[in-house]
């Protein structure tokens, strides 16, 4: 018996099963998931044994049963001993990206086995193996921060595909440095060299239809710095004109400050060259930035690089199958690459310094996250997926934990993955939270969120606009 026959069998017979009879298409009557601890994304308490009610894809009433009764006629599913949480939401992914060397051809060269023409094809022709990927992970909306042109079209791709996040996109990234990471014909990184140029560019993304306007604001020694002030602030302004949410890549608390007197409306990775300062802060809050601290990218490349020397595959953190074959199979050749990573680079005292650099910063970074969420700054939660051993989908786990003990609580965590990244995308009116007249995006868990970001790894069904999942029906690994 096929999957399909018993689906609608069991709807003849009105049996519940997650996965199958809980699907809720437009127009279609109500039904509700009764009985577990509803943790709704605003901070709020968590309510015990409450009572969500889906009809047409959309959250019709969410609380305790006493406010929240069933309608008369709607089907119920019992989830009793389970918690209830918005879809999570990634602020920062890169579809032009896959995760591994092939996509980055700048951190570790592999064009040789695999031309990165040929890469990016692919990338464009198949974005939904990482689109189940996220889904598959308890991820329902991302936000694209840059690549190449055809990530604008990803949006209308994704809402077309019931295995899918909802997708927001930047567009190719403007650039402070002329960076070499282009196809002869298709240009991710368009460069800043003037003011003009920074109008003209930022121009083309708002008639692409860009969702915003993204600066990746890299300190080039023979440029000054006086320059890249200038054609930052000239795509800033050209941005508001255009009514386009300004974006910026900025490590160094003095970037940063240069990108929030821009009108930077997100920034998407920690200040970690030093403690930010409270200039820093007053410029966030006058801006309405909200911070996405990116804390766990980095880790991604270090790992790969002692992948290498060592000649062992680096360890995948997939607890539900999300990641497709193809990026398991090339992560694990990673052990094969010891010949790329030159000897000056490979030594125990080269890579033990590598370390002590990264910890030092991802020390900074934990820190002045802790800072910027104290003074009242928003945090949405991003993991940069598409960067090497960033995996589309599972890598929230460990940008969430990492959030975690830089101190924020796990019910802040939960706020920034949900909420937070609602507002960094602009659709904080849409999702986000698990209240009345939102899309129905959440996620059931088997483990208390509000006790441990960890309980986020938890995730038993992911609901898309009113249809759940069961984890197994998404996941990748063997097909």
């Known amino acids: ?160 595909d019931p295995l899918a996040p909802r997708v927001r996109a930047a567009g190719p990234l403007l650039s402070t440095w002329d960076f070499w990471l282009n196809l002869p014909a298709e240009k991710q990184f368009l460069y800043l060299a003037d003011e003009d140029a920074a109008a003209e560019q930022v121009g083309y993304l708002a008639a692409r239809g860009a969702d915003a306007v993204k600066v990746w604001f890299i300190p080039v020694e023979e440029r000054p710095a006086d320059e890249m002030i200038r054609v930052v602030r000239a795509a800033g302004e050209e941005a508001s004109r255009h009514g386009l949410p300004l974006i910026v890549h900025a490590t160094s608390l003095d970037e940063a400050k240069t990108a929030l007197g821009a009108g930077a409306k997100l920034l998407v990775h920690s200040v970690d060259d030093r403690p930010v300062d409270e200039e820093f802060l007053d410029l966030a809050r006058k801006a309405g930035a909200v911070y996405c601290p990116t804390l766990t990218v980095a880790r991604g490349y270090l790992r790969m690089r002692r992948s290498a020397v060592a000649g062992e595959p680096p360890r995948v953190d997939d607890p539900h199958g999300c990641v497709d074959t193809e990026t398991l199979s090339h992560v694990a050749e990673t052990a094969e690459l010891g010949d790329l990573i030159s000897e000056r680079r490979a030594t125990p005292h080269s890579l033990a310094s590598a370390e002590r650099s990264l910890a030092r910063r991802e020390e900074i970074a934990a820190a002045n996250l802790l800072v910027v969420h104290r003074a009242g700054i928003p945090v949405a939660m991003g993991t940069d997926a598409g960067n090497p051993l960033t995996l589309h989908g599972p890598s929230v786990y460990a940008e969430l934990e990492a959030m975690e003990a830089a101190g924020l609580t796990p019910m802040e965590v939960l706020v920034a993955a949900t909420a937070g990244g609602a507002r960094a995308l602009g659709l904080e009116g849409e999702i986000g939270t698990v209240e009345a007249g939102k899309a129905a995006d959440l996620i059931i868990l088997g483990e208390d969120p509000s006790a441990s970001a960890s309980a986020l790894r938890a995730v038993r069904w992911v609901m898309k606009s009113g249809v759940l999942y069961d984890v197994s029906e998404l996941a990748t690994r063997d097909r």
Request: charged letters at 20%; a negative charge; one cysteine or more.
């Open 1 to 160: 018996m096929t999957r399909s026959m018993l689906v609608a069998i069991l709807s003849l017979l009105a049996v519940p099963m997650f996965g199958g009879v809980a699907r809720a298409d437009e127009g279609s009557a109500p039904f509700a998931l009764v009985g577990a601890t509803l943790v709704d994304g605003t901070g709020a308490a968590p309510v015990a044994d409450s009572v969500v009610v889906v009809e047409g894809g959309r959250l019709a009433c969410a609380g305790p049963r006493d406010r929240c009764p069933v309608p008369e006629g709607a089907r119920t599913i019992d989830v009793a001993g389970r918690w209830i949480a918005p879809g999570l939401v990634d602020a920062h992914v890169h579809f032009s990206q896959t995760g591994w060397a092939d996509g980055r051809p700048d951190a570790l060269d592999v064009r040789a086995r695999y031309p990165y023409a040929e890469v990016v094809a692919g990338l464009e022709e198949h974005p939904e193996r990482f689109f189940r990927a996220h889904l598959c992970s308890g991820t329902t909306a991302v936000f694209d921060v840059g690549g190449y042109p055809w990530t604008l079209d990803l949006a209308a791709r994704a809402a077309a």
